[in-house]
């Protein structure tokens, strides 16, 4: 096989390599997303509990950097400690150990099998979740597949005269196989798939057992990079994990790097098998690591609070808190990022609401421009929540991802129409009554403060609904809608009463209608939440959502 021919198998080799780590990644997010951002929510809590989550998550999704994102999304938003974080990590690169010690056993019979159960699973699944874990089946396949191809490929040049000299002056400089092995990892955005292809380079004896030692720290250090690149450019407190957690990789690696030579002796005791020796001493390596590093993470914590400062917040409220584009490839992740940024709305159309209140009973003016300016800030922060939403990486959403996606969608649309409602509406006719020296009766201002009231906590019921899915929440704010319409009509019809009986005069009759008319407009956008969740569940049906 010429050198070309080679070159080329090995690429596409390797690529199936890649693809299938992608499949298991996928598939497992699309299947258990949501559960194993809670399986990691529940495990911050302390040092051990963060370093078996960050073990158990990374370990099913096979990545440390689709962890470290999880991680970032609570470190981020001052949500959870940065020692548990770093804990986490250091379980997460102890994860993907666990992978390269299954592969690294001769399971070559395998990969048939598993292509073709995953291919019945991912067709014949009666469930999305059953497809989605076929693709993760399908994708083991195609790993063990492409390691076998890759060993098969590689064999035949370990005779390679070229190849063996140009090993040959690199193996004296091991530094030089770290630098090499970390550009790999990188390039890669795997470590499992860089200490796989290192692995059939020893079994086939195309490097000695100590230029694969030194590879496998340079696999461990380049793989630490991408996380931290990922997380420039942006707020320095996401620099603080992925920092840390490379930190510890180099200092591992430097402490390592010389003691090759007697651990090698040690463990050729244990397993001579070259490829055995590299899948052990990745393990070796990253056990060590964490319970070396463990004890003293609060320590290292406080350092990496002092050189990645809190940047402090934009002054402008229409920038977004939460929306971290790192976390777009990661659903879960990216949900629970919009739907706090969604919450935030909230506020801002609470405030608005309570603003719009005290402009019936005060004659500010100016307190009307500054409410009306407030709708631009909510107008603002729909349009990134919505750019958002529509990034993320919707061939990974499962089937409850794709409808808590739509729900908050759907909860900014009406959070917006509910500002240009106060904006365009209420404060038109809070200015018009402030400049026509108007006076609404105190029955009159008692009702619409009763209506205020009401919406405003028929606004936070929506965000409870929304935040936890709470069913009990959504029933009270469908039936408290009820009772608004019912509320609306009798203020109506006691209005009229008063203006036959000549109580009140055109103009005020008038405004008084028109405050009520929008109030009664904005709580049916606020109940429209509870709607859309009563409806998946069975509970509303569509016929009672007319108003």
Not at 506 to 518: E, F, M, P, Y
């Amino acid at each position: 096989m010429s050198a070309t021919a080679v070159l080329i198998h090995l690429l596409g080799e390797i690529a199936l390599l890649l693809w299938g780590i992608n499949m298991v990644n996928s598939g497992v997010q699309r299947a258990f997303g949501s559960d194993l951002r809670w399986i990691l929510g529940v495990g911050l809590k302390t040092r051990l509990h963060a370093f078996l989550a960050g073990l158990g998550v990374t370990t099913v999704l096979q990545s440390s950097t689709a962890t470290a994102l999880m991680v970032a999304s609570f470190t981020a938003g001052g949500a959870v400690d940065l020692v548990p974080a770093l804990a986490v990590m250091l379980g997460a690169n102890v994860g993907t150990t666990l992978i390269v010690q299954v592969l690294s056993f001769d399971i070559s019979l395998i990969f048939p099998v598993l292509i073709f159960g995953g291919y019945i699973g991912f067709r014949r699944g009666s469930s999305s979740r059953a497809r989605d874990l076929g693709r993760v089946v399908i994708g083991l396949g195609l790993m063990l597949l492409s390691l076998h191809l890759l060993t098969e490929t590689i064999r035949p040049i370990e005779s390679s005269v070229v190849l063996k000299s140009l090993l040959a002056s690199i193996a004296p400089d091991p530094l030089i196989l770290v630098l090499l092995a970390a550009a790999l990892a990188w390039a890669a955005h795997s470590s499992v798939a860089a200490i796989l292809f290192i692995m059939s380079l020893a079994s086939a004896g195309v490097i000695d057992s100590h230029s694969a030692l030194a590879m496998v720290l340079g696999a461990n250090l380049g793989s630490s990079l991408n996380p931290l690149l990922e997380g420039t450019g942006g707020d320095p407190v996401k620099l603080r994990v992925p920092f840390g957690n490379l930190a510890m990789r180099v200092i591992g690696c430097a402490v390592a790097l010389p003691l090759i030579d007697p651990l090698l002796t040690y463990m050729n005791m244990f397993d001579p098998n070259p490829s055995r020796l590299a899948a052990n001493f990745h393990t070796l390596f990253n056990v060590v690591l964490a319970a070396i590093f463990i004890l003293p993470l609060p320590w290292i914590a406080t350092l990496l609070l002092r050189f990645f400062p809190e940047k402090v917040r934009a002054s402008d409220p229409s920038v977004p808190q939460y929306l971290d584009s790192d976390a777009l490839d990661t659903p879960s992740v990216a949900l629970s990022n919009a739907a706090r940024e969604v919450l935030r709305m909230a506020d801002i159309v609470e405030t608005m609401l309570r603003g719009s209140q005290d402009l019936f009973h005060e004659g500010d003016v100016s307190r009307v421009d500054a409410i009306s300016r407030t709708d631009d800030v909510v107008d603002r922060l729909y349009s990134a929540v919505r750019r958002y939403l529509s990034s993320i990486n919707h061939e990974a959403l499962s089937d409850e991802e794709a409808k808590r996606l739509s729900d908050i969608l759907a909860f900014a649309i009406n959070l917006e129409h509910v500002g240009d409602i106060i904006d365009k509406n209420l404060m038109e006719l809070a200015a018009k009554r402030i400049k026509n020296h108007l006076r609404l009766p105190k029955d009159s201002l008692a009702d619409i403060d009763n209506m205020h009231a009401k919406l405003l906590e028929h606004l936070q019921l929506a965000a409870s609904v929304l935040m936890f899915q709470d069913i009990g929440s959504a029933r009270r704010l469908v039936a408290e809608k009820e009772g608004f319409r019912d509320l609306e009509r009798a203020i109506t019809q006691r209005h009229f009463e008063q203006l036959r009986s000549g109580k009140v005069v055109g103009d005020t009759s008038a405004l008084q209608l028109d405050i009520v008319r929008d109030l009664k407009r904005i709580e049916a956008h606020i109940a429209a939440t509870a709607h859309s969740l009563l409806e998946q569940t069975g509970d509303l049906k569509p016929s009672r959502l007319t108003s």
